[in-house]
């Protein structure tokens, strides 16, 4: 069983920066995208920021110019550098890969690390 094991979560006041990073436990083969999405209290989970296989990425327009996405296919690794934080970014974050293989896709998440940002 494939764990990804996140982290780099905390508390940091608006303004500040964070980085996260997610590993998977054992390869992961054939990855067609990496990614990060973030679940704040009362609100449904969303795309925050996604790599695919060829380095093309895809953000969120909330954060647009202030997070970058970053990854390593072979490693199976992504990490998210977070500048210019504000509380409307807190929330649960958690990592995605997607695995394309034979037709099918599997999906596998990490347990997610929890970003605070104080005004």
């Known amino acids: 069983q494939v764990q990804l094991v996140e982290s780099g979560g905390g508390l940091v006041q608006a303004g500040g920066s964070l980085r996260l990073s997610c590993a998977a436990s054992?390869?992961?083969?054939?990855?067609?995208?990496m990614g990060w999405y973030r679940q704040a209290p009362g609100k449904q989970r969303e795309l925050v920021a996604a790599?695919?296989?060829?380095?093309?990425?895809n953000y969120a327009d909330s954060v647009k110019g202030r997070f970058t996405i970053s990854g390593d296919n072979a490693k199976n690794t992504v990490h998210l550098q977070m500048n210019n934080l504000n509380p409307e970014d807190t929330g649960v974050y958690y990592c995605?890969?997607?695995?394309?293989?034979?037709?099918?896709?599997?999906?596998?998440w990490g347990q997610g690390t929890q970003v605070t940002v104080s005004s």
């Open positions: 995605n890969i997607d695995q394309r293989w034979l037709g099918s896709e599997y999906h596998y």
């Open positions: 790599i695919g296989s060829g380095g093309s990425t």
């Open positions: 054992r390869n992961i083969f054939s990855v067609n995208a």
